[in-house]
């Protein structure tokens, strides 16, 4: 899980780095546009999830069990690219298919580069469509709880953009378990988030219940070169005399959790995954004694 999921994390990580440094909003840093820093900081970044893969390779990549099925979606496609024979393949309505690999590839890539324009570029209302909130826009409890920048509940028909659909988990790469679990947490997650929204804790009553930007006490967005230094450092005194940084309710019950699922994660693999890390230190044992008696007879 570690080769498999970590690196494209730190990848994205890289990128958010460099924008946050420098953005004139944010950092401001002009250096982080230097090209070769940006080279340094992908890779150094990339480096710690190689290393951690190969650090706990016999815990956390070696084993089947540990392999994420999103990787088997990517070895599949490579796989079915790089075999030179086409077979047949049985289709819905009893049709058989006989369109080579490459030649369906090229037509689904086709289709979606064409209908991705639709929800992103000519119609905006098919990635948020929030028809229920469209019905009374000024009624402040609708909007709040159907509208895109509110809760979407009972929105049943949210969006039709694939991106939005697979933006935390996606149902056809993903097992069942782990989606009906993610759908679980976001409805206990919308349920705070109504309660902290309504109650109006921590000024959170003042934003918008779903959003992720963060704001000041002027209602502005929050301009984070006004509470740090030249060399980019965090400024106690500036922070007084600027403002606290505000957030939205659900942005805030997202950094709590956060919080909270970083201790959770020891407990939760001590209980049901300690059986695993049990075989990995079996294994390593065992490798560490067959490569001690191979070194002692060479």
């Known amino acids: 899980m570690v080769g498999s999921r970590e690196v494209p994390d730190l990848m994205r990580a890289a990128r958010y780095i460099i924008f946050t440094q420098a953005m004139p909003f944010y950092f401001n840093q002009q250096y982080a546009r230097n090209f070769s820093y940006q080279v340094l900081i992908a890779l150094s970044t990339n480096f710690i999830g190689y290393g951690l893969a190969g650090l706990t390779r016999r815990f956390l990549v070696y084993p089947s069990y540990t392999v994420w099925p999103r990787s088997l979606v990517t070895i599949a496609l490579n796989s ?74 009972f929105n049943f028909i949210p969006t039709f953009d694939w991106n939005i659909v697979t933006f935390i988990s996606d149902p056809l790469m993903v097992p069942a378990f782990a989606t009906f679990n993610n759908v679980a947490g976001g409805a206990v997650g919308l349920l705070l988030a109504a309660g902290l929204w309504y109650t109006n804790t921590w000024n959170t009553g003042y934003l918008a219940p779903v959003q992720n930007k963060i704001w000041d006490h002027y209602g ?34 997202v950094y709590g959790c956060f919080f909270a699922a970083y201790s959770a994660v020891v407990t939760y693999v001590i209980l049901f995954h300690h059986r695993e890390f049990t075989m990995g230190f079996k294994n390593l044992v065992s490798a560490s004694a067959i490569s001690t008696i191979g070194y002692n007879e060479g």
Do not use: C, Q
Not at 86 to 105: E, L, Q, T
Not at 120 to 125: K, L, P, S
């Open 220 to 253: 502005k967005r929050y301009n984070v070169t006004r509470i740090v230094d030249s060399r980019g450092y965090f400024d106690h005194d500036k922070y007084m005399d600027y403002s606290a940084a505000y957030l939205g309710a659900s942005n805030a019950l």
């Open 80 to 153: 079915a690219l790089h075999n030179e024979k086409n077979f047949p393949v049985p289709g819905p309505f009893k049709k058989i298919f006989r369109m080579s690999r490459y030649k369906f590839f090229l037509v689904a890539f086709a289709a979606m580069f064409v209908y991705n324009w639709f929800p992103n570029v000519i119609m905006d209302a098919l990635s948020n469509f929030d028809w229920m909130a469209w019905i009374a826009p000024t009624n402040r409890n609708l909007v709040v709880w159907t509208g895109a920048a509110g809760l979407s509940l």
